[in-house]
């Protein structure tokens, strides 16, 4: 399965996501659990509760991203 830049999801990546409530949205990160043919499971980071993302389309893995802002600190 492949995110919005095309880059492969794996089970440990760390993604975001957007989310709306209305008109206010904000963007999730969350750490995948599992991947499927059709949806992947995260673990959102922020409250650590489990969702199933359909709309894959949707998300961007950072991993390397977050690793290099955790070597920074």
């Not at 999730?28 to 959102?44: F, G, P, W, Y």
């Given at each position: ?12 990546d760390v993604v975001v996501y957007p989310n709306r409530k209305g008109s206010i949205l904000w963007m ?46």
């Open positions: 399965m492949k995110d919005f830049l095309q880059q492969h999801i794996t089970v440990g999730n990160q969350a750490q995948v659990m599992d991947v499927s043919l059709k949806s992947i499971k995260v673990r959102r980071t922020e409250d650590n509760a489990l969702k199933t993302l359909t709309r894959v389309d949707r998300v961007v893995v950072v991993t390397k991203q977050v690793e290099a802002l955790n070597a920074d600190v």
